[in-house]
């Protein structure tokens, strides 16, 4: 973040960023907390205790078993967390290695998926979301809304506690349908499934195949490959808006959640599969696209929740799904074909899985096949008000790529829900990079996971000068060989997004042990200048360790005179 520090200082622009709030809320990570390195990982899990749905307050790290992989490992830090009106504080048990420290307060964002849901089940959803709204003068806790479009992400209402406020918000929205527009032509559909269904047992081989079956089979192939073609490039348009909503929340301590909202989407694609585990659970595999501008984003989702420590809440505004319903059209005179009645049936199991996937992933629920969605929201909402933090170490020799299952026990009868997993994943290093880069320059929300500050200096000489102070915890350097790698990047924009002047410098470098014991005490001061002619302009400001993949990020206003 940048502070205010003289006349030319940036300040938060809060029509600008949506995590204004968090980010002034975010105190410097301390020293003693664990952090990623080459050699170990930290793995945080968020465990909910209730019994007859009441959370269960009081118990010791003792009471608790922590599993990986189905071997038993030592619990390295553990916490008790609670959020009420009087206080924001985490208590820490005798003997953890982290210190009582503040936790901001719950965090809540509501994510409507305009890409995939229809107007009627948008507006299901929000007759739904005004009756939960109008059981309370007050939320019990800021809330922010913003919608998921083919364009990006659209930040429909701030973090408030006004319930009015956010329901002004969800009636704004236009009624445009969805931009996942299944264009197929199902003329096209119905005519080869005719023929494919008369024909087929007439049919010795492909050479008997007449010109009109081919012809339209033809047609049906490049129908359906356009029809790939559209539900890959939503998949994917709504994974970039799932991973800029984690990255503004890595940095914010404690459980984060991330209510999910819409028709639904296969999350799920090719080259992330489920796997059947020996106890008949499921388990997330994964494989890593080769090439140097190719990244799995279905994966690389996966593992920006889990390190960001956001639980998803997946709520389906299709209330009660009847696929025969579904593949009736009143515009077509013909019977639907079987192959229609399985399709839909295939794509309602897909989107149920993807539901029931992301949301054990990350330690979320999911909702789905209810008439209530109102419950759904209260109950995603009380969530993170009380809660256990365990953490433990990952070993080098454990960390191998994939998905990792996580267990835990209680010595008591009680309901605990928790994510089931976390994925390891070595990404290709450079198109990890552009990703990250990519999507915070657009993303109007604040990474985050890299904390720092920053001013505009006086004028001196051509160009706006600006001053980032990068502080110890923020920088990573390999205690071997003292090496560092990082990027700064300055993107300004005027009115209407029209890119006005940029910089941006990569530095990796090998210190000497002078400069790394200083860096460690005082950071790092980063000068540099953007050139702008005279205007009003706002400028995204991005830092990413590239040894760790954190990434820091805030978009201010400026005017150059």
Same mark, same amino acid.
């Given at each position: 973040?940048?502070?205010?520090?003289?006349?030319?200082?940036?300040?938060?622009?809060?029509?600008?960023?949506?995590?204004?709030?968090?980010?002034?809320?975010?105190?410097?990570?301390?020293?003693?907390?664990?952090?990623?390195?080459?050699?170990?990982?930290?793995?945080?899990?968020?465990?909910?205790?209730?019994?007859?749905?009441?959370?269960?307050?009081?118990?010791?790290?003792?009471?608790?078993?922590?599993?990986?992989?189905?071997?038993?490992?030592?619990?390295?830090?553990?916490?008790?967390?609670?959020?009420?009106?009087?206080?924001?504080?985490?208590?820490?048990?005798?003997?953890?290695?982290?210190?009582?420290?503040?936790?901001?307060?719950?965090?809540?964002?509501?994510?409507?998926?305009?890409?995939?849901?229809?107007?009627?089940?948008?507006?299901?959803?929000?007759?739904?979301?005004?009756?939960?709204?109008?059981?309370?003068?007050?939320?019990?806790?800021?809330?922010?809304?913003?919608?998921?479009?083919?364009?990006?992400?659209?930040?429909?209402?701030?973090?408030?506690?006004?319930?009015?406020?956010?329901?002004?918000?969800?009636?704004?929205?236009?009624?445009?349908?969805?931009?996942?527009?299944?264009?197929?032509?199902?003329?096209?559909?119905?005519?080869?499934?005719?023929?494919?269904?008369?024909?087929?047992?007439?049919?010795?081989?492909?050479?008997?195949?007449?010109?009109?079956?081919?012809?339209?089979?033809?047609?049906?192939?490049?129908?359906?490959?356009?029809?790939?073609?559209?539900?890959?490039?939503?998949?994917?348009?709504?994974?970039?808006?799932?991973?800029?909503?984690?990255?503004?929340?890595?940095?914010?301590?404690?459980?984060?959640?991330?209510?999910?909202?819409?028709?639904?989407?296969?999350?799920?694609?090719?080259?992330?599969?489920?796997?059947?585990?020996?106890?008949?659970?499921?388990?997330?595999?994964?494989?890593?696209?080769?090439?140097?501008?190719?990244?799995?984003?279905?994966?690389?989702?996966?593992?920006?929740?889990?390190?960001?420590?956001?639980?998803?809440?997946?709520?389906?505004?299709?209330?009660?799904?009847?696929?025969?319903?579904?593949?009736?059209?009143?515009?077509?005179?013909?019977?639907?074909?079987?192959?229609? +009645?399985?399709?839909?049936? @295939?794509?309602?199991? /897909? $989107?149920?899985?993807?539901? &029931?996937?992301?949301? *054990?992933? %990350?330690?979320?629920?999911?909702?789905?096949?209810?008439?209530?969605?109102?419950?759904?929201?209260?109950?995603?909402?009380?969530?993170?008000?009380?809660?256990?933090?365990?953490?433990?170490?990952?070993?080098?020799?454990?960390?191998?790529?994939?998905?990792?299952?996580?267990?835990?026990?209680?010595?008591?009868?009680?309901?605990?829900?928790?994510?089931?997993?976390?994925?390891?994943?070595? +990404?290709?290093?450079?198109? @990890?990079?552009?990703? /990250? $880069?990519?999507?915070?320059? &657009?993303?109007?929300? *604040?990474? %985050?996971?890299?904390?720092?500050?920053?001013?505009?200096?006086?004028?001196?000489?051509?160009?706006?000068?600006?001053?980032?102070?990068?502080?110890?915890?923020?920088?990573?350097?390999?205690?071997?060989?003292?090496?560092?790698?990082?990027?700064?990047?300055?993107?300004?924009?005027?009115?209407?997004?029209?890119?006005?002047?940029?910089?941006?410098?990569?530095?990796?470098?090998?210190?000497?042990?002078?400069?790394?014991?200083?860096?460690?005490?005082?950071?790092?001061?980063?000068?540099?200048?953007?050139?702008?002619?005279?205007?009003?302009?706002?400028?995204?400001?991005?830092?990413?360790?590239?040894?760790?993949?954190?990434?820091?990020?805030?978009?201010?206003?400026?005017?150059?005179?």
């Amino acid at each position: 973040m940048l502070h205010n520090r003289s006349t030319h200082s940036l300040k938060f622009s809060a029509a600008l960023v949506l995590l204004t709030a968090l980010s002034f809320c975010q105190a410097p990570e301390p020293q003693s907390l664990p952090r990623f390195t080459s050699g170990t990982n930290y793995v945080e899990v968020p465990v909910i205790v209730q019994r007859s749905g009441k959370h269960v307050a009081g118990l010791s790290k003792d009471a608790f078993t922590l599993k990986q992989d189905g071997k038993a490992v030592p619990i390295a830090t553990f916490q008790e967390v609670h959020h009420d009106a009087a206080t924001t504080t985490a208590s820490a048990a005798p003997g953890s290695a982290v210190p009582e420290q503040v936790v901001p307060p719950q965090i809540t964002i509501i994510a409507l998926d305009m890409v995939n849901t229809p107007n009627l089940d948008r507006a299901y959803f929000t007759q739904e979301f005004e009756r939960w709204l109008s059981k309370s003068a007050k939320l019990p806790q800021p809330i922010g809304l913003v919608a998921i479009e083919r364009g990006g992400v659209h930040i429909l209402r701030e973090f408030t506690t006004e319930p009015g406020q956010l329901l002004s918000a969800m009636h704004q929205l236009d009624g445009d349908q969805p931009t996942n527009h299944n264009n197929a032509n199902h003329e096209v559909r119905e005519l080869s499934d005719q023929l494919i269904s008369n024909q087929q047992s007439q049919l010795a081989n492909a050479a008997d195949v007449g010109p009109t079956l081919a012809q339209t089979l033809m047609l049906r192939s490049a129908d359906e490959s356009m029809v790939r073609f559209q539900d890959r490039s939503s998949r994917i348009d709504t994974q970039l808006v799932i991973q800029q909503l984690a990255q503004a929340l890595k940095g914010i301590p404690g459980r984060k959640s991330l209510l999910l909202v819409g028709s639904g989407f296969k999350f799920i694609d090719s080259t992330t599969v489920l796997k059947t585990i020996t106890d008949g659970s499921q388990g997330l595999q994964y494989s890593v696209e080769n090439g140097p501008e190719t990244l799995n984003q279905a994966a690389y989702t996966w593992k920006v929740l889990n390190d960001a420590n956001v639980a998803v809440y997946p709520i389906d505004t299709r209330r009660t799904v009847n696929t025969a319903f579904q593949t009736m059209d009143v515009t077509h005179v013909n019977t639907p074909s079987a192959l229609s +009645f399985e399709q839909n049936q @295939q794509t309602d199991r /897909d $989107i149920l899985t993807s539901f &029931k996937m992301i949301a *054990a992933a %990350t330690g979320g629920k999911p909702c789905f096949y209810r008439t209530d969605l109102d419950n759904c929201v209260r109950e995603a909402v009380e969530d993170d008000r009380d809660y256990y933090l365990l953490g433990f170490y990952l070993s080098k020799k454990d960390d191998k790529p994939g998905w990792h299952k996580i267990d835990v026990a209680l010595n008591q009868k009680a309901s605990l829900r928790y994510r089931e997993g976390f994925l390891i994943a070595k +990404f290709n290093a450079e198109a @990890q990079r552009k990703n /990250d $880069i990519s999507l915070a320059l &657009k993303s109007p929300f *604040a990474y %985050t996971a890299l904390p720092f500050t920053g001013h505009f200096l006086p004028g001196q000489g051509s160009g706006s000068r600006f001053e980032l102070q990068i502080p110890p915890q923020s920088v990573t350097l390999e205690p071997q060989d003292g090496h560092m790698d990082f990027d700064v990047i300055a993107v300004a924009r005027a009115a209407g997004g029209k890119e006005a002047g940029h910089m941006n410098q990569h530095i990796e470098r090998k210190l000497p042990a002078e400069a790394v014991g200083e860096i460690k005490t005082t950071g790092i001061d980063y000068k540099n200048k953007i050139d702008l002619p005279a205007g009003e302009y706002a400028v995204w400001f991005v830092i990413r360790d590239n040894l760790t993949g954190r990434t820091g990020s805030a978009v201010v206003p400026l005017k150059v005179e």
